[in-house]
């Protein structure tokens, strides 16, 4: 049997390539003390991994705000952060070496068109890309399979010869229900025993590269290659 060439890669974006959870976090903060609510950690962590549009409902009920003033409150309390949006480590090396090496890559991200592009911009690393879906261009976000589906489909392969790159369990469960395969890489606002639904968890992203090369040989073998 003929080897396959280096299987496709998708990543999520915030958390994963941008250290931008902490950032959200830090408006969510401000949003609940600017109107008079103490910090609530459940509260935020419904927001993981998910659409704006998925989850600001739920989240305006739960605070009893209406749902467009809840939206402007939490873009103004983020805005003065966007400034100190950095990369996570290994960031740029490890997109630019697995593309390197012959792999299809895709970006899958809750986040909006607009944004991903200015951040894959700001990182240079915006023509490593093959595919890139956003959040506004599926019905159902994570964790529904529909985004991780929408990305194979964009680099013309079959999602269960994918590995995607995730930080949350809502992301995780979304590529899981794709039927990709998923490297997890935990940070401050997630752990490890969260992340267990994945089939690897690692420290970084240079952790997630080896277990990319990992997997594909163990596709390789279940394959009977």
Same mark, same amino acid.
């Given at each position: 049997m003929n080897r396959p060439g280096p299987g496709p890669v998708v990543f999520d974006l915030d958390g994963v390539l941008i250290d931008s959870e902490p950032l959200y976090e830090l408006a969510f903060r401000a949003y609940l003390e600017r109107i008079g609510r103490e910090t609530d950690v459940g509260l935020? #962590?419904?927001? %993981? /991994?998910?659409?704006?549009? @998925?989850?600001?409902?739920?989240?305006?009920?739960?605070? $009893?705000?209406?749902? +467009?003033?809840?939206?402007?409150?939490?873009?103004?309390?983020?805005?003065?952060?966007?400034?100190?949006l950095k990369p996570m480590p290994y960031a740029a090396e490890t997109v630019a070496g697995l593309r390197k090496n012959g792999r299809p890559l895709a970006l899958a991200t809750s986040s909006v068109g607009d944004f991903a592009r200015r951040v894959l911009n700001d990182l240079h690393i915006e023509n490593f890309f093959d595919a890139l879906v956003t959040g506004e261009e599926v019905a159902r976000g994570k964790p529904d399979p529909s985004i991780y589906e929408l990305? #194979?489909?964009? %680099? /013309?392969?079959?999602?269960? @010869?994918?590995?995607?790159?995730?930080?949350?369990?809502? $992301?995780?469960?979304? +590529?899981?229900?794709?039927?990709?395969?998923c490297v997890a890489v935990p940070h401050a606002l997630t752990s490890r025993s969260s992340l267990m639904e994945a089939d690897l968890v690692v420290d970084d992203l240079r952790g997630a590269a080896a277990a990319v090369r990992w997997l594909d040989g163990r596709s390789a073998v279940d394959d009977g290659a």
């Open positions: 935020f #962590a419904m927001t %993981l /991994g998910r659409r704006q549009a @998925d989850f600001l409902p739920e989240l305006a009920a739960r605070l $009893g705000r209406d749902g +467009a003033e809840l939206e402007r409150g939490l873009e103004a309390a983020l805005e003065p952060h966007l400034a100190t990305a #194979a489909a964009r %680099l /013309g392969v079959e999602p269960r @010869d994918c590995v995607a790159i995730e930080d949350t369990p809502t $992301g995780v469960a979304s +590529a899981k229900a794709a039927r990709m395969r």
